[in-house]
């Protein structure tokens, strides 16, 4: 890793050296095939320096480690790499257990890289296993915390900044009892330690925890078991997902491949990344709009947008009740389609939503009657979410394929409130058989 292409790479390990002097040849796993090139491992590779009673893992990958491929300057790719302190101990098997944190940050990372879920300082991770984090599944840890790693400094590369966010472990009570970014400083400094020993016992001993889960809302995910993203809600209570015994005694056969069936996280501040299924409450919010963006498009794939003013029965009654480049404004003022030239922009605001509009759906399809003409021909898609007198913005990914429709977000009534649901489904047919579905009559 010598070369100028490597200079994000180069500089990690100098700051790694800067802790560890001599430590020029550190015990290194590096993936088999890299994540670009269609491997399963989104981390290039996860170096182990050894401390005076512990081992430090550092990731390669959630930063830009070669060239510059993001547009944003200030940070290098997600901006941070993860850290893990694992306690020297009598180990059985100490390379398998070495390996078993390597797969537990490969996981992470492949969350972030699938599901675009950033962890940053305090935040926490429930994992949801009935067993330990350890190879043999023994140990009371179960998730983490997230803290920015107090050895390592944040570093100044070609391709932007880089911190270090450092997963320490925690056992199930500790995680039951955390809410608030307070409420995970509280904990870390009971701790005492940012080194994670499999062998001790909950700081929560004989003090009742607070538990305290925030809303869950389910994804999907190709590579392990359902993953979920909290936020809180104070009206919709959260289904808690539990792990199958067939999954706890996998996970026990073979836990170096270990399996994160739930995890929950405090909302990270800044920008957001919406997962499918994630409600939010906007009702005092001035003004949302909804962007399609994507990198790029070819020739003849043209999208736009549409948004459906739905009754309590999920239909429209008018062709009013259809927003698009057609018919720009709804009747009660509430939706307006701003797209100028390439851009693809919807408008809402809940204030002058009609009473007797319950949902609104919006949409992208790709126009024409070419089956060809779909989202296969348009580079990352995804939706911009602006939340104008409250919560700043956020992207929502589309994961999309062949489809030429996709339902994006619906605004809906909850009791007194307007919420917002990202939706992400897709369709394979054209904007007129979803007019046909929801009341519409198209020539």
């Known amino acids: 890793m010598n070369n100028i292409a490597s200079t994000g790479w180069d500089l990690i390990e100098r700051e790694f050296l800067r802790i560890y002097p001599g430590q020029n040849d550190p015990l290194h796993f590096a993936a088999m095939i890299k994540w670009r090139f269609g491997g399963n491992d989104p981390l290039d590779g996860i170096s182990i320096y ?34 893990f302190k694992l306690k020297k101990d009598n180990y059985d098997d100490l390379n398998k257990e070495i390996r078993c944190v390597c797969q537990i940050l490969q996981t992470l990372a492949r969350i972030t890289f699938q599901k675009g879920v950033v962890f940053g300082p305090n935040e926490f991770i ?57 409420s995970v400083k509280k904990i870390y400094s009971k701790l005492g330690s940012d080194i994670t020993d499999y062998k001790r016992k909950s700081v929560l001993l004989n003090i009742p925890a607070e538990r ?19 936020e809180t809600s104070p ?45 939010t409450d906007i009702t005092d919010c001035d003004e949302v709009r909804i962007s399609l963006k994507y990198d790029s498009a070819e020739a003849g794939a043209d999208p736009d947008v549409y948004a459906f003013m739905l009754r309590e029965n999920g239909k429209a009654e008018r062709d009013e009740d259809l927003v698009f480049f057609g018919s720009k404004l709804s009747p009660d003022g509430a939706v307006e389609d701003l797209s100028e030239n390439s851009g693809h922009t919807v408008s809402f605001k809940p204030a002058l939503l009609s009473l007797d509009i319950y949902h609104v759906l919006v949409c992208f399809s790709v126009y024409g009657d070419d089956e060809k003409m779909n989202f296969s021909k348009i580079k990352n898609p995804a939706a911009v979410i602006d939340l104008f007198g409250f919560g700043g913005s956020g992207e929502f990914k589309l994961e999309l394929s062949s489809e030429k429709t996709v339902e994006v977000v619906e605004f809906y009534r909850h009791n007194d409130r307007i919420k917002m649901k990202t939706i992400g489904s897709g369709y394979f047919t054209g904007i007129e058989k979803l007019c046909e579905k929801l009341g519409i009559e198209t020539q």
């Open 50 to 83: 050894e401390g005076k009673d512990y081992w430090h893992f550092v990731t390669f990958g959630l930063s830009e480690l070669y060239e510059k491929v993001s547009d944003n300057h200030e940070l290098s790719g997600y901006g941070y790499e993860m850290t």
């Open 126 to 182: 429930r994992t949801g296993q009935t067993v330990g984090i350890d190879s043999k599944g023994e140990s009371d840890i179960r998730g983490f915390i997230c803290i920015s790693d107090p050895s390592v400094n944040t570093i100044d590369t070609p391709n932007g900044k880089v911190a270090f966010i450092e997963m320490v472990g925690m056992t199930e009570d500790e995680l039951l009892s955390l809410s608030t970014r307070d």
């Open 212 to 230: 305290t889960v925030p809303d869950i809302t389910s994804v999907s995910s190709s590579v392990s078991t359902p993953v979920t993203k909290s």
């Open 235 to 279: 009206e919709e209570k959260p289904e808690q997902k539990t792990v199958s015994s067939t999954e706890q005694d996998k996970s026990k056969d073979d836990h170096s491949s270990l399996r994160l069936d739930t995890v929950q996280r405090i909302k990270p501040e800044g920008a957001k990344h919406y997962l499918k299924g994630e409600r």
